[in-house]
């Protein structure tokens, strides 16, 4: 069964909000005067992999103009996709010959809120049903693409500029960075790994106990594919549903006496919450004193999801704050720190029970920046470029190494 293209709403980084687990759609927030942003953009895809199989590019997406779902084309062309039926369609085929090894291509892209897939070796399954477009997941052991080696960047281009991201939210695969060319000739890059990282990233789950190791796919020939994410892991059965019980429990305990203090909106320090536990429920007050949200004790899926029991609406209060708790939990900060969002990194992931996918992505990063969770961006620890005025955007695919 593939997944159908659906959306919930996270606020990333400069007004964005997700799509499919990380995908962005900027909400138009103004940005610094600048020359108009250009129907399309070019993106240069380099492969710089090392690999012999032929490369598939797909950019997919919405077109922000009309709201449609379609696909673009070299030349940013916007194609709309046909009607889709119950069962699923195929979906035309918006694939393009990617860049053979050692040399690039560009292409452009058009004003979307979009995926740029790229798969090695065989294209990629789309579908069409009656509510959109059907894409891959993996997760499940019997979608077309669960053999394939693939991954996607997400992006939004509009009339602010450019957003375009490497993400881990969904699953670590296929490595490759993101880069945008200024209008200055300077270039700003993320996503791509220290020497080694790909192999200490396995390398890292398989040596951690308690399930991290059953992320890993790999296809009958042994070729490893990807990891899942921890959600997908206690989704299937991988990870043991209770794999953060014992954390959640303590920080339960400890602010059922003392008060987690949220401050969500870094421009604005004298917007805090104040959170108390009461029972299974974390209820937070404003300056006032009055209840302005209240949190169910999470389970696993909520906190690697950043769903469920920490849902996070487009709002000004309960969306912020689950936000930075989610962020919280991932990192495991929440009991060393009673002020959140935290100020560095030097705290994350050092409690024995915490988000060890999202540990293992983050230390393996050239750079330090990752989305290995939705909200990865609170504090700006994310693998994020952004340009008003962009004169290129760049995807690269790196070594597997």
């Given at each position: ?5 659906k959306?919930?709403?996270m606020?990333?980084g400069?007004?964005i ?11 138009g927030?103004?940005s610094p005067a600048?020359?108009?942003?250009p ?7 380099t492969?710089?992999?090392g690999?012999?199989?032929?490369v ?8 922000l103009?009309?709201?449609?779902q ?19 369609t195929?979906?035309?085929d918006?694939?393009?010959?990617g860049p ?14 979009g995926?740029?897939?790229f798969?090695?070796?065989r ?5 069409l ?10 997760q499940n ?7 394939i080696?693939?991954n996607?960047s997400e992006?939004?281009?509009n009339d602010?500029g450019l ?7 969904d699953?670590?695969?296929?490595p490759?960075?993101v880069?945008?060319?200024?209008a ?5 890059s ?11 990233f396995f390398?890292a ?10 992320l890993?796919q790999?296809?009958?020939d042994?070729?490893?594919?990807r990891?899942?994410s921890?959600?997908?892991g206690?989704?299937?059965?991988a990870?043991?549903a ?5 954390y959640?429990d ?9 008060t987690?203090?949220v401050?969500p ?16 429920v974390?209820?937070?007050?404003n300056g ?5 949200t209240?949190?169910?004790?999470p ?5 690697f ?10 709002d ?14 991932n ?5 060393v720190?009673?002020h959140?969002?935290?100020s560095?990194?030097?705290?994350f992931?050092?409690?024995a ?20 969770f ?18 290129q ?9």
């Amino acid at each position: 069964m593939l997944r159908t293209l659906k959306r919930r709403a996270m606020a990333v980084g400069l007004g964005i909000a997700a799509v499919l687990g990380g995908s962005l759609l900027a909400t138009g927030v103004p940005s610094p005067a600048h020359a108009a942003v250009p129907d399309t953009v070019p993106l240069k895809i380099t492969n710089n992999s090392g690999r012999g199989e032929p490369v598939y590019v797909y950019n997919l997406g919405t077109q922000l103009s009309t709201g449609r779902q379609g696909w673009a084309d070299a030349s940013g062309a916007f194609h709309p996709w046909p009607a889709g039926g119950n069962p699923p369609t195929p979906a035309p085929d918006a694939s393009m010959a990617g860049p053979a090894a050692g040399r690039s291509m560009t292409i452009r892209i058009p004003k979307f809120s979009g995926r740029i897939y790229f798969s090695y070796g065989r294209k990629l399954v789309f579908g069409l049903a009656a509510g959109g477009l059907v894409q891959p997941a993996v997760q499940n052991p019997t979608d077309p693409n669960r053999n394939i080696l693939f991954n996607w960047s997400e992006y939004t281009l509009n009339d602010s500029g450019l957003w375009l991201n490497s993400t881990q939210v969904d699953m670590f695969s296929a490595p490759y960075s993101v880069g945008v060319q200024r209008a200055d000739g300077s270039t700003a890059s993320t996503g791509r790994l220290r020497p080694g990282g790909y192999h200490g990233f396995f390398d890292a789950l398989r040596g951690r106990p308690g399930g991290w190791a059953g992320l890993i796919q790999t296809r009958s020939d042994g070729t490893v594919l990807r990891a899942l994410s921890p959600l997908y892991g206690v989704e299937t059965g991988a990870l043991p549903a209770s794999v953060m019980d014992d954390y959640v429990d303590r920080v339960w305990r400890k602010y059922t006496t003392s008060t987690l203090t949220v401050t969500p909106f870094a421009d604005q320090p004298g917007v805090k919450y104040y959170g108390r536990v009461s029972g299974d429920v974390m209820h937070f007050t404003n300056g006032a004193g009055a209840v302005v949200t209240s949190f169910q004790k999470p389970d696993a899926s909520s906190v690697f999801g950043c769903h469920r029991r920490l849902d996070a609406p487009n709002d000004q209060v309960r969306g912020p704050i689950s936000r930075t708790l989610c962020a919280g939990f991932n990192r495991s900060t929440l009991l060393v720190n009673p002020h959140q969002p935290d100020s560095g990194t030097a705290d994350f992931y050092r409690d024995a029970v915490t988000n060890h996918y999202a540990r293992a992505v983050h230390a393996q990063m050239a750079d330090g920046k990752a989305y290995a969770f939705a909200f990865d961006d609170v504090g700006h620890h994310e693998s994020l470029v952004h340009d008003g005025d962009p004169r290129q955007a760049l995807l690269t695919l790196d070594p597997f190494s």
